[in-house]
């Protein structure tokens, strides 16, 4: 059974940080394009971050650029992000998915998701 699961999020002030991991189970990382998506309060979800298996691009959506870095670890077989500079805008459910073809993170094309975890920005 494939399984991820985000944890990190929590509640923090503007201008803070916080880092959100996501382990698998029954995958390896490494086989997929692996990505961060987040829903916000009356929002459709958004993909924020990606990494190709194929070449190891990083993807990141505007709004993240230059505050936000994904990273993976295949050694423990999981991913994070890393959230700088967080804006209230920032609130949503994040969740980590990954897609077998390996070549990016598009929402209705990703194999499996985990169930989320919730970041919540205070202004």
């Known amino acids: 059974e494939v399984q991820l699961v985000e944890s990190g999020g929590g509640l923090v002030q503007a201008g803070g940080s916080l880092r959100l991991s996501c382990a698998a189970s029954g995958i390896t990382f490494d086989d997929y394009a692996i990505g961060w998506f987040r829903q916000a309060p009356g929002k459709e979800r958004e993909g924020i971050s990606c990494?190709?298996?194929?070449?190891?691009?990083?993807y990141y959506t505007d709004s993240v650029k230059g505050r936000f870095t994904i990273s993976k670890d295949n050694t423990k077989n999981t991913m994070y992000l890393q959230m700088d500079s967080l804006k209230p805008e920032d609130t949503a459910v994040y969740y980590c998915?990954?897609?077998?073809?390996?070549?990016?993170?598009?929402?209705?094309?990703?194999?499996?998701w985990g169930k989320g975890t919730l970041v919540t920005v205070s202004s």
């Open positions: 990494i190709s298996s194929k070449d190891g691009v990083t």
């Open positions: 998915a990954a897609e077998s073809s390996g070549y990016g993170c598009f929402d209705n094309a990703m194999d499996y």
